[in-house]
């Protein structure tokens, strides 16, 4: 059975940084694209970032510069570094990852697994 499991979530100041794990279970991370998408209170699900076979991740502009997704294939983990947090950061972080699509795309709907997520708040 295929399944992510979030954490590294917490409470930061602005300008801090956190880093968060996503780790997988019943299948290798590295066949498939894998995203991170994030849900603040009253708002869409937006995607962050995305990785395929490739360690070339890709950004939601909001997040450019101050982002950083990679992956470490032998735990079988992707991570999300998240550097100078501002308080719009403040949201609900997912991993998930698409079986049906062997490219990055940050579009909701075509992933299939996630994760259950992992709070992250930003505030002083």
């Known amino acids: 059975q295929m399944q992510l499991v979030e954490s590294g979530g917490g409470l930061v100041q602005p300008g801090g940084s956190l880093k968060l794990s996503c780790a997988a279970s019943?299948?290798?991370?590295?066949?498939?694209?894998i995203s991170w998408f994030r849900q603040a209170p009253g708002k869409e699900r937006e995607g962050v970032s995305c990785?395929?076979?490739?360690?070339?991740?890709h950004y939601t502009r909001s997040v450019k510069g101050r982002f950083t997704m990679s992956r470490d294939n032998a735990k079988n983990q992707v991570y999300l570094q998240m550097d100078s947090l501002k308080p719009e950061d403040t949201a609900v972080y997912y991993c998930?990852?698409?079986?049906?699509?062997?490219?990055?795309?940050?579009?909701?709907?075509?992933?299939?697994?996630w994760g259950q997520g992992t709070q992250v708040t930003v505030s002083s």
């Open positions: 019943g299948f290798t991370l590295a066949d498939y694209a």
């Open positions: 990785m395929r076979n490739s360690d070339i991740a």
């Open positions: 998930a990852v698409t079986t049906g699509l062997d490219m990055c795309v940050l579009a909701i709907d075509v992933y299939d697994y």
